[in-house]
């Protein structure tokens, strides 16, 4: 008698970011190449080294798409820099803005990027990572405000103001910062807008790490949220030379990752001390062709702006139908108010958060799930501020979770939610 060999399920990854590969606008890219290439005075042009603050042109087209998209009154071309890789590098920033002896926190927003805390112990900060906890409208401004004031005054007591000591001097460091903020869009606007910063704190935003800043904003009426530079630039006690943010951009998850272009938006004071730290010296031809020509808005709005707005209300209603009579829930936050007493979800870009019940671990349901159901997602514990004294929310870390839609279909999205819930009546809650 034949045996019946169990098929294997399908693997299924709601962890990666990455745009499904259909999503890829190729055909815009091929004929950028084409463009740029045949054209014989622009082919070598870009053929040779660039300016190390980034080509002249793709600047001057990304200040007039942000304009457009934020609605600002004019194009800031002279404040953007362009960088060879998708993420402005944080290494980079704590390079040029930071000491380790005169900077005394980094403050993260939970759940953070996974793989930032390393990069702020390297740089001297060990034992000084903070985790910031959020609520409904972002970040927890009384937390954050209090625990900066007791790190300054315990600094004052101690009388680290008076010595003043510092390994990085002037002229080379002529600005560097207290305090380091890392958050991202939904976190930060409101927090910037009831911290007085007093020029010693630097807010370092990522706007397009994700799909956040893109999707949601082309897709709303205007005006869209606001940036958290544009907010720190409408806001009086700041430092106008220096300012206090800094704007950290990608078209990693619009034209690819593989593209490795970004940009960053300052004052232009602190874009010419980032030139110094962060050089160029190449050109992204084919990203400002489809740029100036108006094939990236166009994807952005016909392909990318419905596909991920499809597949958000899918896994919302998945997540309501399979896991909401087990307890688990969505987390959003509260709606975002334009100006005209509107509201818009603030859903990020292309993953939405989750918790299980309590008393479930959220690492435990992951494990399980890839181990025996052949589907990976990311747990918050992996988000969590290493070392931070547990002062944020542990309870609501331990049993949340992170899905991305931008991957998989939509099919393996819905499938993906009943394999969570298979886990958690199969493993977690069996009586």
């Known amino acids: 008698m034949a045996i019946e060999a169990t098929v294997p399920q399908p693997h299924i990854n709601l962890q990666r970011g990455w745009p499904s590969p259909h999503l890829l606008p190729a055909k815009a890219l091929l004929a950028g190449a084409d463009g740029v290439l045949s054209n014989t005075a622009r082919a070598t042009d870009v053929m040779l080294y660039g300016p190390n603050i980034g080509d002249p042109a793709l600047r001057k087209d990304i200040a007039e798409w942000l304009s457009r998209l934020y609605c600002l009154r004019s194009p800031q071309a002279q404040i953007q820099k362009l960088r060879s890789r998708s993420q402005l590098p944080r290494s980079a920033l704590l390079s040029g803005f930071t000491d380790p002896v005169y900077a005394r926190r980094i403050w993260m927003v939970e759940p953070t990027y996974f793989l930032a805390c390393t990069i702020f112990e390297d740089a001297g900060f060990q034992g000084r990572l903070t985790g910031v906890p959020e609520g409904d409208d972002g970040v927890d401004v009384e937390f954050l405000r209090a625990r900066i004031n007791d790190v300054d005054e315990e600094a004052a007591k101690s009388g680290a103001d008076a010595q003043e000591t510092t390994f990085k001097n002037s002229p080379q460091y002529p600005k560097l910062y207290r305090h380091v903020i890392t958050s991202f869009p939904r976190s930060a606007i409101q927090a910037r807008k009831h911290t007085h910063s007093r020029g010693e704190r630097l807010w370092l935003n990522w706007l397009g790490s994700g799909f956040t800043g893109h999707s949601k904003s082309a897709s709303m009426p205007p005006p869209p949220p606001p940036r958290l530079i544009d907010v720190d630039n409408s806001l009086p006690g700041g430092d106008l030379k220096w300012g206090n943010a800094v704007s950290n951009g990608s078209f990693s998850k619009v034209l690819g990752p593989g593209m490795r272009c970004g940009w960053a938006e300052a004052t232009p004071d602190f874009i010419t001390r980032l030139n110094?730290?962060?050089?160029?010296?190449?050109?992204?031809?084919?990203?400002?062709?489809?740029?100036?020509?108006?094939?990236?808005?166009?994807?952005?709005?016909?392909?990318?702006?419905?596909?991920?707005?499809?597949?958000?209300?899918?896994?919302?209603?998945?997540?309501?139908?399979?896991?909401?009579?087990?307890?688990?829930?969505?987390?959003?936050?509260?709606?975002?108010?334009?100006?005209?007493?509107?509201?818009?979800?603030?859903?990020?870009?292309?993953?939405?958060?989750?918790?299980?019940?309590?008393?479930?671990?959220?690492?435990?349901?992951?494990?399980?799930?890839?181990?025996?159901?052949?589907?990976?997602?990311?747990?918050?514990?992996?988000?969590?501020?290493?070392?931070?004294?547990?002062?944020?929310?542990?309870?609501?870390?331990?049993?949340?979770?992170?899905?991305?839609?931008?991957?998989?279909?939509?099919?393996?999205?819905?499938?993906?939610?009943?394999?969570?819930?298979?886990?958690?009546?199969?493993?977690?809650?069996?009586?």
Not at 364 to 375: C, F, G, Q
Not at 390 to 419: D, F, H, P, Q
């Open 276 to 431: 110094l730290v962060l050089q160029v010296n190449s050109r992204r031809p084919l990203i400002e062709h489809v740029l100036r020509t108006g094939n990236m808005e166009d994807h952005i709005r016909q392909v990318l702006v419905p596909t991920y707005k499809a597949r958000c209300a899918i896994v919302q209603q998945a997540i309501e139908e399979y896991l909401g009579p087990l307890g688990g829930n969505i987390d959003i936050g509260r709606p975002y108010n334009l100006p005209a007493g509107n509201e818009t979800e603030q859903v990020m870009g292309g993953f939405i958060n989750i918790t299980f019940p309590e008393g479930i671990a959220a690492d435990d349901v992951a494990a399980v799930s890839l181990k025996d159901y052949n589907l990976r997602f990311l747990a918050s514990g992996a988000m969590r501020v290493r070392g931070s004294s547990g002062m944020s929310n542990e309870a609501l870390l331990s049993r949340g979770a992170r899905l991305c839609w931008a991957w998989e279909e939509e099919y393996m999205l819905i499938e993906g939610v009943k394999r969570i819930a298979s886990v958690l009546k199969e493993k977690f809650l069996v009586s």
